[in-house]
């Protein structure tokens, strides 16, 4: 028995899928990575940034330094700078992993549950075929909004201010 144009037409498009899907695979293996480093790097920035500003108070302490308690204060700015950085562009890769996440959940609602949908079938068609493909280049760069709403709280709220309030005291104190 032949098969009919519409399912040979409907076994084109099930392949096209599946090249889709493999390609959101191979993104949400990227975007995972790009998770990983963006961690990796949060942490290795804060370990540095703290060792640093100890150093350098310690040093302001020893000398009775006002040059190097500011300098103190400076080394806290400059690390919960690149942290907040490092920590907005961890949650925006996080929205992105769960966005593909969710496509992938469609594909399997797709072949399982909504196999017999017309309208979902072509829904998650359609949410499969308008994905921008490409973690690097759909991460804009974190605006003044995104660092002030860095996370995890207590180290940008309570750590960086107590280590910059430790360095406005030794300032106060040696001036």
Known sequence: MERSESELDEGRQLEREKSLVELIR???DATLRALSGFISTGGQIRAIGVAAWAV????????KSVALAALAAAVVIVFAYGDA?????????LGRAIRL???L????????IDA????????????LEMHR???????????????????PRP?????????????????????
């Open 101 to 103: 996440e969710g496509l």
């Open 56 to 63: 350098v108070l310690g040093l302001a302490v020893g000398d």
């Open 116 to 127: 017999d949908d017309p309208d979902a079938v072509v829904r998650s068609r359609a949410k």
């Open 85 to 93: 950085y490092h920590a907005a562009l961890y949650r925006r890769a």
């Open 133 to 151: 493909f490409g973690v690097h280049r759909s991460l804009r760069h974190p605006s003044v909004s995104d660092l002030i709403a860095a996370k």
């Open 155 to 175: 180290i940008f709220w309570v750590m960086y201010p107590g280590l910059f309030s430790a360095s406005l005291v030794a300032i106060a104190l040696y001036a």
């Open 105 to 112: 959940d469609a594909w399997v609602d797709r072949l399982g």
């Open 26 to 28: 191979v993104d949400y």
